[in-house]
């Protein structure tokens, strides 16, 4: 039996096209084993009929507060209190106010202001509806409470506008559902360090040379790590735009030295090292102390090889499970395969950055995972957090073959 079976999860949705996002995620639930009891909106019965939810959910769906089904009980107040998890997705603007508000005028908003459990937000809206400082306040107000949020997707939404707005795939929620209820286990006692970022090189004081690695994919993975019950993550970054994830212990770097610095001095102490991060393979040879005037027609800079951190991890590694990543533009499985074996990695993550939805400042990844058999799983366009889950469970199947010999603290 799974992680969800036997538990109740009352499942919120919203008006809005993402609906039908709801659907699926009602069957992967319940054939998970999940009791799944669906109250929805008014607004949502205009884009998906409840029949559909009762057929998945195998139970009645609540639409009216005042249509009791069965006279022993109140059916908000019941369904508030058999809820192990409540998961709003999607969640319209409108109803996120109201949950911020207090406010109960139909079926779903009386059941969140009755129910003690977990409340989960999976919001889904147009670009500046969800970028409004009022919709923003609210979530705001609702995370200080306790809610938690499954954050939107970037991308093309029904109304025409591109950005963030799109409802959570309904792997990635159900991904995050399961993991609440057990599967943040899998790393239990398990010390973890991931790289993420580009490297910082500089030519002088202003400029610099790097790369278009936005760290999105290291940090999920250090996220979904934390998430799976890892007793330590570490997190080395180079620069980017990210809030470090919580429960993350994070050590900012800049260039490619100070990576392999931070990196090796923490070897010893890990169980699980993936590197993610994008490093620049070259450094200036000189740093000028000043800014460089414009003075002549052309410039010619002369840059010199930086130490290769992922060959020098598995030259050291003892006991420890090394995963790489390849980025590559062409011979995907024949780069990523060399790659595995000339620097020693357990696993290493392939993926064609040329690809549409496999770039650096994405949400989502398409990858191949390989070890020194050749090619493990090949995994389809998804978010980046599930391609994290995915090789983290990976990772987990094989790291028990290690011996528990190692001076690496539990």
Same mark, same amino acid.
């Given at each position: 039996m799974g992680d969800l079976y036997g538990k109740t999860i009352v499942l919120g949705v919203c008006g809005g096209i993402a609906a039908y996002k709801a659907a699926a995620l009602t069957s992967k639930l319940t054939q998970a084993g999940a009791t799944v009891r669906v109250i929805m909106t008014k607004s949502a019965v205009q884009?998906?009929?409840?029949?559909?939810?009762?057929?998945?959910?195998?139970?009645?769906?609540?639409?009216?507060?005042?249509?009791?089904?069965?006279?022993?009980?109140?059916?908000?107040?019941?369904?508030?209190?058999?809820?192990?998890?409540?998961?709003?997705?999607?969640a319209t603007a409108n109803t996120i106010g109201k949950l911020a508000l207090g406010l109960g005028d139909d079926m779903l908003s009386t059941t969140l202001l009755a129910t003690m459990a977990p409340v989960w937000v999976a919001p889904a809206m147009n670009v500046h509806m969800y970028a409004n400082p009022a919709v923003q306040q609210n979530m705001q107000t609702l995370r200080s409470r306790g809610v938690r949020f499954i954050e +939107?997707? /970037?991308?093309q939404l029904a109304c025409g506008y591109v950005g963030k707005g799109r409802l959570a795939e309904p792997e990635e929620?159900?991904?995050?559902?399961?993991?609440?209820?057990?599967?943040?286990?899998? @790393?239990?006692?398990? $010390?973890?360090?991931?790289?993420?970022?580009?490297?910082? /090189?500089?030519?002088? +004081?202003?400029?610099?040379?790097?790369?278009?690695?936005?760290?999105?994919?290291?940090?999920?993975?250090?996220?979904?790590?934390?998430?799976?019950?890892?007793? $330590?993550?570490?997190?080395?970054?180079? +620069?980017?735009? @990210?809030?470090? +994830?919580?429960?993350?212990?994070l050590i900012p770097v800049k260039s490619a030295l100070?990576?392999?610095?931070?990196?090796?001095?923490?070897?010893?102490?890990? $169980? %699980?090292?993936?590197?993610?991060?994008?490093?620049?393979?070259?450094?200036?040879?000189?740093?000028?102390?000043?800014?460089?005037?414009?003075?002549?027609?052309? %410039?010619?800079?002369?840059?010199?090889?930086?130490?290769?951190?992922?060959?020098?991890i598995g030259t050291l590694k003892t006991e420890q499970f090394v995963i790489g990543f390849a980025a590559e533009t062409e011979?995907?499985?024949? $780069?990523? @395969?060399?790659? @595995?074996?000339?620097?020693?990695?357990?696993?290493?993550?392939?993926?064609?950055?040329?690809?549409?939805?496999a770039g650096f400042s994405g949400d989502t990844n398409v990858v191949r995972i390989f070890d020194h058999n050749g090619l493990v799983e090949a995994l389809p366009i998804q978010s980046k957090h599930l391609v994290a889950r995915r090789l983290l469970e990976l990772a987990a199947e094989r790291m028990p073959r290690l011996a528990h010999t190692t001076g690496i603290p539990s």
């Open positions: 884009f998906v009929a409840p029949l559909t939810f009762q057929t998945l959910s195998r139970h009645h769906v609540f639409v009216d507060t005042f249509d009791e089904k069965d006279a022993s009980v109140v059916s908000h107040i019941n369904l508030a209190d058999s809820a192990d998890l409540v998961v709003i997705a999607p +939107p997707g /970037e991308g929620i159900f991904a995050t559902i399961e993991q609440y209820f057990g599967g943040g286990s899998r @790393l239990k006692g398990r $010390h973890v360090l991931v790289t993420a970022g580009g490297t910082v /090189e500089r030519i002088d +004081p202003v400029r610099y040379i790097t790369n278009d690695s936005s760290g999105k994919m290291g940090y999920a993975i250090a996220e979904e790590a934390v998430r799976m019950g890892a007793t $330590h993550v570490t997190l080395v970054t180079g +620069p980017t735009a @990210l809030s470090a +994830p919580a429960g993350v212990e100070d990576m392999r610095d931070a990196v090796l001095s923490r070897l010893a102490a890990n $169980h %699980l090292i993936i590197k993610a991060a994008a490093v620049a393979d070259y450094r200036p040879a000189a740093v000028a102390e000043q800014k460089m005037k414009k003075k002549t027609e052309s %410039l010619t800079l002369e840059l010199v090889k930086n130490p290769d951190i992922l060959q020098e011979r995907l499985d024949e $780069h990523a @395969l060399d790659k @595995l074996k000339r620097k020693n990695c357990d696993l290493i993550v392939g993926n064609d950055v040329s690809q549409d939805g």
